[in-house]
């Protein structure tokens, strides 16, 4: 019998938290241009505000200076949280990525077909996010198949 103590911890979501500079920009163009739906959105003493977007499997949170601050402030005592590249799963990297940028973003490489079989554009966009907008162009069935493709040991 396991006991409760020797069980990994359950993970229940993964919650990315971006400080935003220019916030609204932020979130008009995640939830609005990207098309992250709304799930939460919360505001607190100092100005600080925070919206959680869903983003399928996982959720994008949009946070702004101050929140940011008062969040490391609470958790680690300092500011710690670096910058980092997001990527988002799409059905249509083209029309996507036309849709950012023309929402503001910076294409920094046009769509591509990578080797490992998806459609991947990067660019830069608000919060100071460096993105990735992939597409899968194999299914789950075709990818061990392919060379180079396998699970675990089988690669």
Known sequence: MTREADRPPTV?????????DDYEAAVAFFRDALGLPEQEAYAGEGGARVVILDAGR?????ANPAQKRMIDEVEVGR???????VAFEVDDSR????????????Q???PTVTPWQSLNAR?????????????ELRTP???PGLEGFGVDGER
């Open 12 to 20: 229940r979501q993964l919650r990315l938290v971006v400080e935003a």
């Open 58 to 62: 996982a959720t994008l949170e949009l």
């Open 79 to 85: 500011q710690v949280a670096p910058r980092l590249r």
């Open 95 to 106: 029309a996507t990525t036309d849709r950012l940028v023309a929402a503001g973003a910076e």
């Open 108 to 110: 920094v490489a046009p």
């Open 123 to 135: 660019l830069d966009a608000p919060a100071g996010l460096h993105i990735t907008v992939f597409q």
């Open 141 to 143: 069935e075709e990818r």
